[in-house]
């Protein structure tokens, strides 16, 4: 049936003209961004590893490595906590169904987690402050400028290591 001339027409009125919704929830930047951030922790993740070992099993064999490189015992590059939160997310959610008593989900965020209210730590998940360039993760901070800044530093005494003969 023809639109009236009075009425304009619309996807319901206009004949053979399929209708889609579609939504979008989180701008493709922001997809970019996560990962960009999950990768830079699996980085330093195996950084840490290399210089430690995993939950420090090689701590003492290689504190040689740790000594050439100048890596100092409160070094921000060794804690793994916030690369096993994005690592193992499956078993926090997990974690977090089981105790949260709000079921409030909040994730993948881009600016200071004061600006939530009302919000329990627990219910935080993968935060990203530009104010400090902390990554947060259940009320646990991860100074992410420290941390690269930590690499830069170490990047070139690396390659001089690496480069020096056998």
């Known amino acids: 049936m023809p639109t009236p001339p009075d ?4 996807p319901a009125t206009k004949p053979d003209t399929p209708t889609t919704t579609t939504t979008t929830r989180i701008p493709p930047h922001q997809d970019v961004f ?3 951030v999950q990768n830079c922790l699996t980085a330093v993740a195996n950084i840490s590893k290399a210089c430690w070992g995993e ?3 090689h701590r003492k064999e290689r504190k040689p490595l740790r000594q050439s490189l100048g890596i100092k015992k409160d070094s921000p590059l060794r804690p793994l906590s916030m690369a096993n939160n994005f690592e193992h997310f499956d078993e926090q959610i997990d974690e977090w169904f089981a105790t949260t008593t709000n079921r409030i989900h909040v994730d993948r965020i881009i600016g200071p987690a004061s600006v939530i ?3 329990a730590p627990l219910d935080m998940f ?3 402050d530009p104010t400090t360039a902390e990554v947060v993760f259940w009320g646990e901070r991860y100074p992410l400028k420290r941390i690269m800044d930590e ?3 170490l990047y070139p005494l690396a390659r001089a290591q690496g480069d020096k003969p056998a």
């Open 34 to 36: 996560w990962a960009s």
């Open 7 to 10: 009425k304009p027409e619309t």
């Open 151 to 153: 690499v830069t530093r």
């Open 55 to 57: 939950e420090g099993k």
């Open 126 to 128: 993968r935060v990203f």
């Open 117 to 119: 209210g009302g919000v």
